[in-house]
């Protein structure tokens, strides 16, 4: 992404929003600092399923903005500058975060973005900028719900669909704070790289959730279990936890009997990680746990895993189709 003239960048711009919507690039006003944040010129973007929804549902989703709009979430860059209040950033520093493309905040595909300081952290020092845009959004995702579930060492953790965006980091994260780990996959690719992750890999398509819980729980059940796929696949969470057990959901939105999950006492944590950036609610927390995160990837605790096409700023209509296609392993990732 090349830096632009004085007072346009280049963007990626949506015009109208519906199944066949098509990004155009356009030359806009550079965004103005302001109290608070920071300009950031941005070397690579990562594509979220949300960022697809938002594409194709425009107005029916309520995060939506309007258009035209510039989309995107996840960045990785540099700061140019710094507005005032902010503390701990200074020109030239690199630094991540997932900060705009919904409601009334700009998002990520164009050369730059200000972005809310509360949103961001320095990048990890191991880590190119392709890998740390691949990270804010999915990894504050199961850094949040992991946490809530109250992870602990020696746990037995259950993800499902740990070859993921947000399923291969909160396997990192759970092995990481010390658990068991187990994974379920359907296919030869995604179970193969659950097992390189270090989780025990588990094909849902040949094993029933019954018979899984009796192999590595002995029938008790697992104490944590992550579900990233979501939908009607939380009945086979509920059937696969421990009485009084942790139930972690990223897709909550449908309808389910909840008799399984009162009789085994169960809890359920809904991860919603926009909330701060559409109600302007602990955005700071977003802050910390993307410090963290630096931290636990800079030890060796979590790396990213992208997919192996690459797409330049021009190309996100295609890197879109990518995720959507469903052949995509690990993120998929705009910029250099």
């Known amino acids: 992404?090349?830096?632009?003239?004085?007072?346009?960048?280049?963007?990626?711009?949506?015009?109208?929003?519906?199944e066949d919507a098509v990004?155009?690039?356009?030359?806009?006003?550079?965004?103005?600092?302001?109290?608070?944040?920071?300009?950031?010129?941005?070397?690579?973007?990562?594509?979220?399923?949300?960022?697809?929804?938002?594409?194709?549902?425009?107005k029916e989703l309520p995060l939506s903005p309007e258009t035209p709009a510039i989309l995107g979430m996840d960045f990785a860059g540099t700061v140019e500058e710094v507005g005032q209040g902010v503390t701990g950033y200074s020109v030239g520093d690199e630094v991540y975060g997932c900060a705009g493309g919904l409601a009334d905040l700009p998002g990520t595909l164009a050369e730059y973005i200000v972005a809310d300081s509360n949103l961001i952290s320095h990048k990890p020092a191991s880590l190119s900028m392709r890998e740390a845009a691949a990270l804010p959004l999915v990894a504050i995702t199961a850094y949040e719900g992991l946490t809530r579930a109250g992870i602990k060492q020696g746990q037995q953790v259950l993800v499902h669909g740990g070859s993921g965006g947000v399923g291969h980091v909160a396997l990192q994260l759970a092995k990481h704070f010390g658990a068991d780990v187990y994974s379920t996959g359907g296919g030869e690719k995604q179970l193969a790289l659950i097992a390189q992750l270090g989780a025990t890999a588990i094909n849902y398509k040949t094993e029933t959730v019954e018979q899984y819980v009796a192999t590595h729980t002995g029938g008790a059940g697992f104490d944590v279990v992550f579900d990233s796929v979501g939908g009607m696949n939380m009945a086979n969470s509920f059937e696969a936890a421990a009485l009084n057990g942790q139930v972690v959901s990223t897709v909550a939105m449908c309808e389910l009997d909840l008799s399984v999950a009162h009789f085994k006492g169960l809890s359920l944590h809904v991860v919603f990680m926009l909330i701060p950036m559409l109600h302007n609610v602990g955005r700071e927390q977003h802050?910390?746990?993307?410090?963290?995160?630096?931290?636990?990837?800079?030890?060796?605790?979590?790396?990213?895993?992208?997919d192996e096409s690459r797409f330049s700023l021009a190309e996100v209509g295609q890197a879109h189709a990518r995720l959507e296609s469903g052949q995509a392993m690990g993120k998929v990732v705009v910029g250099s």
């Open 287 to 306: 802050a910390e746990i993307l410090r963290q995160l630096a931290q636990i990837v800079d030890s060796g605790g979590l790396k990213p895993v992208l």
């Open 23 to 58: 990004f155009e690039v356009a030359d806009v006003e550079k965004p103005e600092i302001k109290h608070g944040h920071v300009l950031v010129r941005i070397a690579a973007s990562s594509v979220n399923t949300v960022d697809t929804m938002i594409r194709k549902m425009g």
């Open 1 to 18: 992404m090349n830096q632009g003239s004085n007072r346009i960048m280049k963007a990626l711009l949506i015009n109208a929003y519906g």
